[in-house]
């Protein structure tokens, strides 16, 4: 309880310091936050409702042909990478957590038009929010990391860009196949809907 309570007194910190930071202190405090968050999350130890389960399906990933068939072509490459270069399942773990925190980055940079003050604030809600997104991120690990991913592609369905996000929805799918349900915002895209209107129904959607 304690280190989590410290967790949160540092990235509390950095967002009261970024406000009073010029644009390069700024972009190095977002860095470090988003540096303890790739950290804390890659390192944990049996902290999550798929841990245990995940360290499993590792372990077994390649022996057993039906829990091939039940995992995504990401998890199932990555272990067998991890583990040929004799790499346990923790490396997995550090993975998953590199690519959620780097993409929901590369998102906040994109709507935030790179304001790194409102992107620390940003990495802060991800973790204080209601709906918890951080915390569960290690519980539904590789469910969030599709959803981060979506998130960071939906800028091309904005940009009407489709292709691209055709192939980034096939990335996310990766990680987990409900990815694909997303195409349909498509054609959803293509109403001439107020962005915010936009947004909106992309938010109810992912939460159905």
Same mark, same amino acid.
């Given at each position: 309880?304690?280190?989590?309570?410290?967790?949160?007194?540092?990235?509390?910190?950095?967002?009261?310091?970024?406000?009073?930071?010029?644009?390069?202190?700024?972009?190095?405090?977002?860095?470090?936050?988003?540096?303890?968050?790739?950290?804390?999350?890659?390192?944990?130890?049996?902290?999550?409702?798929?841990?245990?389960?995940?360290?499993?399906?590792?372990?077994?990933?390649?022996?057993?042909?039906?829990?091939?068939?039940?995992?995504?072509?990401?998890?199932?490459?990555?272990?067998?990478?991890?583990?040929?270069?004799?790499?346990?399942?923790?490396?997995?773990?550090?993975?998953?957590?590199? #690519?959620?925190?780097? &993409?929901?980055?590369?998102?906040?940079? /994109?709507?935030?038009?790179?304001?790194?003050?409102? @992107?620390? %604030? *940003?990495?802060?809600?991800?973790?204080?929010?209601?709906?918890?997104?951080?915390?569960?991120?290690?519980?539904?690990?590789?469910?969030?990391?599709?959803?981060?991913?979506?998130?960071?592609?939906?800028?091309?369905?904005?940009?009407?860009?489709?292709?691209?996000? #055709?192939?980034?929805? &096939?990335?996310?799918?990766?990680?987990? /196949?409900?990815?694909?349900?997303?195409?349909?915002? @498509?054609? %959803? *895209?293509?109403?001439?809907?107020?962005?915010?209107?936009?947004?909106?129904?992309?938010?109810?959607?992912?939460?159905?």
């Amino acid at each position: 309880m304690f280190f989590w309570f410290c967790l949160d007194m540092v990235i509390i910190l950095c967002v009261i310091l970024t406000c009073f930071a010029d644009r390069r202190q700024q972009r190095m405090l977002s860095y470090i936050v988003a540096t303890v968050l790739v950290f804390v999350s890659g390192v944990r130890f049996m902290v999550g409702g798929d841990y245990a389960s995940f360290a499993a399906v590792f372990c077994d990933s390649g022996e057993n042909i039906a829990e091939i068939l039940k995992i995504e072509p990401s998890f199932y490459f990555l272990a067998k990478v991890l583990k040929h270069i004799e790499i346990s399942y923790q490396g997995m773990f550090l993975f998953y957590s590199f #690519i959620q925190i780097l &993409f929901l980055y590369k998102g906040c940079q /994109y709507w935030l038009n790179n304001d790194y003050k409102k @992107i620390t %604030v *940003a990495l802060c809600c991800f973790c204080f929010l209601p709906f918890n997104a951080y915390w569960e991120s290690m519980n539904t690990v590789r469910e969030m990391t599709s959803v981060i991913i979506f998130l960071y592609s939906a800028k091309f369905l904005f940009e009407r860009k489709y292709l691209k996000y #055709i192939l980034w929805t &096939f990335v996310a799918a990766c990680f987990h /196949y409900s990815a694909l349900l997303t195409l349909l915002y @498509i054609p %959803v *895209a293509n109403i001439s809907w107020k962005k915010c209107y936009s947004i909106l129904c992309i938010m109810i959607g992912l939460f159905l």
